[in-house]
């Protein structure tokens, strides 16, 4: 006999207060009817927290030159109306991030966008994640991916963050009353803070990346 965490997809099962339960009252319970319910209640406490973090309609005037593959070359403090030309730069957020159900193995973070570059050229995005806001450092996790697809062309960036999650503290709401009694009880989650880049090679010139439909989701680790 095989014994196994989860199958890894729902298994359906008859309605329990139907004449098809395989789960009445007083009638006798397989082996196998109790790994499908563990299957299904381990599966859907991995996918419980499983989201969408951030999702931007992306740009078509993407101009700032970047010729080297490097967090440390990007211009994040750049003006977007700067006159050498503009890069494409996403404050993404800070996100809860849980872990992947009862694996304590924290989720995959990705990126999947569309990207273009102009001809003869490269195009790249940077996504990078920190343990709170502010500016990119080599201190903080990052993936890179690049294109020299003319057309817009899927991309996509896999990020393990576990070493780079901060703390958010948390306390419940404990009603209206002035002055507020302290909560009774606080605690912590983990957070991430992510931030986008995108650039293209080239130099100074009026050609331009473009990039679209830029989606960060959280994925199985």
């Given at each position: 006999?095989?014994?196994?965490?989860?199958?890894?997809?729902?298994?359906?099962?008859?309605?329990?207060?139907?004449?098809?339960?395989?789960?009445?009252?007083?009638?006798?319970?397989?082996?196998g009817v109790v790994q499908i319910v563990a299957s299904?209640?381990?599966?859907?406490?991995?996918?419980?927290?499983?989201?969408?973090?951030?999702?931007?309609?992306?740009?078509?005037?993407?101009?700032?030159?970047?010729?080297?593959?490097?967090?440390?070359?990007?211009?994040?403090?750049?003006?977007?109306?700067?006159?050498?030309?503009?890069?494409?730069?996403?404050?993404?957020?800070?996100?809860?991030?849980?872990?992947?159900?009862?694996?304590?193995?924290?989720?995959?973070?990705?990126?999947?966008?569309?990207?273009?570059?102009?001809?003869?050229?490269?195009?790249?995005?940077?996504?990078?994640?920190?343990?709170?806001?502010?500016?990119?450092?080599?201190?903080?996790?990052?993936?890179?991916?690049?294109?020299?697809?003319?057309?817009?062309?899927?991309?996509?960036?896999?990020?393990?963050?576990?070493?780079?999650?901060?703390?958010?503290?948390?306390?419940?709401?404990?009603?209206?009353?002035?002055?507020?009694?302290?909560?009774?009880?606080?605690?912590?989650?983990?957070?991430?803070?992510?931030?986008?880049?995108?650039?293209?090679?080239?130099?100074?010139?009026?050609?331009?990346?473009?990039?679209?439909?830029?989606?960060?989701?959280?994925?199985?680790?």
């Open positions: 006999m095989t014994s196994i965490t989860t199958a890894g997809r729902w298994i359906d099962l008859p309605t329990a207060t139907g004449a098809a339960s395989l789960l009445g009252q007083d009638d006798p319970l397989s082996s299904n209640a381990t599966l859907a406490a991995r996918e419980n927290s499983m989201r969408t973090l951030y999702e931007h309609p992306g740009s078509d005037n993407v101009q700032a030159s970047l010729d080297w593959d490097s967090i440390y070359g990007f211009p994040w403090d750049r003006d977007p109306a700067d006159a050498a030309g503009a890069p494409l730069i996403l404050f993404a957020g800070v996100h809860r991030v849980r872990k992947y159900g009862e694996t304590g193995q924290y989720p995959t973070l990705v990126l999947r966008a569309r990207l273009a570059a102009p001809a003869t050229y490269t195009a790249g995005i940077i996504l990078v994640a920190r343990r709170d806001m502010g500016r990119p450092t080599s201190a903080d996790a990052q993936g890179h991916v690049t294109t020299t697809a003319t057309t817009l062309t899927t991309v996509s960036i896999s990020l393990n963050v576990s070493r780079v999650l901060g703390e958010r503290a948390i306390a419940p709401r404990i009603g209206s009353a002035i002055p507020a009694p302290p909560p009774p009880e606080v605690g912590a989650e983990s957070v991430v803070a992510l931030y986008v880049g995108v650039y293209r090679t080239g130099g100074v010139g009026a050609w331009k990346a473009n990039v679209a439909g830029i989606t960060i989701y959280q994925a199985a680790p």
